[in-house]
């Protein structure tokens, strides 16, 4: 019996060897495509949409070559050419000459719209805006070719329409129910525009159009009421080092200035959302340019997207299209809940040769799948690619003349984040000051996250109009597949920006004409040498108080330093509980446990909208926006949209 027990044992050992062999031999043979292009391709395609909505007599029509190869190779963001391209060829089909039309014609029937069809490339279709993106390009090209056979995928037009209708509706209802994974995002929304924008001038499916053009507004929405002047910066499922720090070259600019400046574009700042500015379909209607021109102190909370926990009671938790393209699409891919299904898609549409995919070979284990060990294994591990789901936000904004100020309230301490924003102030339309926890030390490349991008760990964050508090608690060692554990917090501050700047200990002062601001930590301040923005605060255990502050509440900007001064703060290091008290009121928060005010504990998760303009839990039926006598109403199921 000993012996026997003992040969099975060694030939069990060997079976397990024996598989891992084969699987290493396997995935070493597992080829990573390049995303980009080793040279540059000019993006000559929105040069020549340009050229020809503003009537220019010669069009270079070989400019067009660039963006074709660019899109027949299929390197990521060709979907972004693929958009203009549309509006090329729907706008000015009788102006192209027929050796560019067969090269737009080949580009369009020969490209992989969607992971499931055959082939293999490095672009990124999931996250939410490329999801409309491809989806609104292929239900588009379809239409333009209905009896044409797509030589990708071998599918006439005429079905590439139905599979791309279904990945449009899907995505157009989980905005109505649950908003945007990517909220208030100035790179993003960008896209999600583009996309919709085209269906919008160029479908004829009354339901899409109409559907689209709801979900529109909820955009519109988003930045209107989120936007300081025509900066739109707040908080944000994925902002960039530009998208935090402010300014006048963020991408939305461009929009913002053409909704409420009526400022065109030149042909020096062309973009992907020049097609918003040339429509002669979509009308914002005038309820949401009224808010954006709301210069009253106004309180907006919002809740956006889902949380894992909560994808199951929502039936997105499979591997079908609908499921993987709300868990893509909250960027939600190695979690321990969805590593399976993230698994399960790749395996099934051969997409181990994508290079944001790619390190999913090293969980494309026989055993592990058998024995369902992906979940136990990330969940042990915890790499850093689990920071990058975007869950369900809490936004609080409070807005005035002079700035907003704005947080994620309760937004998972602790936790990895890849690009996500959860505290930060806009100086009236200047600039944005903000804190986070580096990632990265300084001058390392890395897309994100970064020094100024995402966090190493997220603080504890709350708000009450126009202080937040904010908590972080660092460890001393960096996890396992961590890519760094920085001893500091800092803040961007820029002195140069500002008209007046005081530093005194742990105390930070910003004036910017009649707009103040107020930075406390736990230890002293000091500016990183050589930088004159880069406002370091050392230790683990820290806290941030940001508080907001104009000439028509505190008169000078002396008199604002002095109340700041003034309020009494205390920190309990060991307990995390951070307790302030400012204009009558204390605000008291516990490090992963509540917040009170003068006492009472403060809720903090929200309805869908919660705003002098709107008031509407998740799921609604009807969406109401209402402001100086003007209205908007909505209903998605029944494509209602009425406004004056």
Known sequence: MKFSIKHLSLLFLSLIIISIIIDLVRISNYRTIPSLPAYEFLPEVSKIYFELVNDTDKINWEGLNGSCEYIDKQYDVSDFRIATLIRIIYDFRRKIPDSAMLKIKKTLLNFRYWMDEPGQNSM???????????????????????????????????EHMAKAAQRIKDWLEMRWKFGFSEFYSNTYYNEDIAG???????????????????I?????????????????????????????????????????????????????????????????????????????????????????????????????YGTDNRSIMMQWGMEAFSDPEIVRNSLTYIRKDNMF????????????????????????????????????????????????????????????????????????????????????????????????????????????????????????????????????????THAYFPKEKFDSVKIAGKYAFGKKGKTYCALIGKNNFYYVNNSSDDLIQQGRRVFWIIESGAEDQDVSFNNFCNRITGNKVIFDENNLILTYNSKGKELKLKYCGNFCINGSSVKTEYERYDSPYIKAKFKPDSLDFRYNKKFLHLEFSTMKREYN
Request: with cysteine; charged share 15%.
């Open 196 to 214: 919709m924008i085209n269906l919008i001038d160029y479908a004829h499916n009354d339901e899409i159009v109409k559907k689209t053009e709801i």
């Open 353 to 488: 040769s994508n290079e944001f995919l790619a390190g999913f070979k090293y969980l494309d284990f026989t055993l592990l799948r058998i024995f369902q060990l992906e979940p136990f294994l990330v969940q042990s591990l915890n790499p850093q690619s689990n920071g990058t789901a975007i869950q369900q936000a809490n936004t609080y904004t409070y807005k005035t003349k002079n700035y907003s100020l704005y947080s994620v309230q309760n937004y998972f301490p602790g936790n990895f984040a890849n690009q996500i924003h959860v505290a930060g102030m806009n100086i009236k339309n200047f600039f944005s000051i903000f804190h986070n926890h580096p990632a990265l030390p300084k001058g390392n490349f890395h897309d994100s996250p970064n020094y100024w991008v995402g966090y190493g760990r997220l603080p504890h964050v709350v708000q009450d109009s126009s202080i937040s508090l904010s908590i972080y608690d660092l460890p001393v060692k960096k996890g396992i597949m961590e890519m760094a554990m920085l001893d500091f």
């Open 216 to 316: 529109m507004d909820l955009l519109m929405y988003d930045i209107a009421s989120q936007k300081s002047g025509n900066m739109f910066v707040s908080v944000s499922g994925r902002a960039y080092e530009r998208g935090r720090k402010g300014g006048t070259k963020l991408s939305l600019t461009k929009i913002t200035n053409f909704l409420w400046n009526k400022t065109q574009s030149t042909k020096q700042n062309i973009s992907i959302n020049y097609g918003f500015l040339t429509s002669k379909k979509y009308r914002i209607p005038q309820v949401l340019l009224e808010i954006g021109k709301d210069t009253s102190n106004v309180v907006i909370k919002q809740c956006n997207g889902l949380n894992i926990s909560q994808l199951k009671a929502e039936e997105y």
């Open 124 to 158: 990124c279709y999931w996250s939410e805006n490329h999801q409309i993106l491809f989806a609104s390009a292929e239900y588009l090209a379809g239409q333009l070719y209905p009896d044409s056979i797509f030589a990708n995928s071998g599918l006439s037009g005429k």
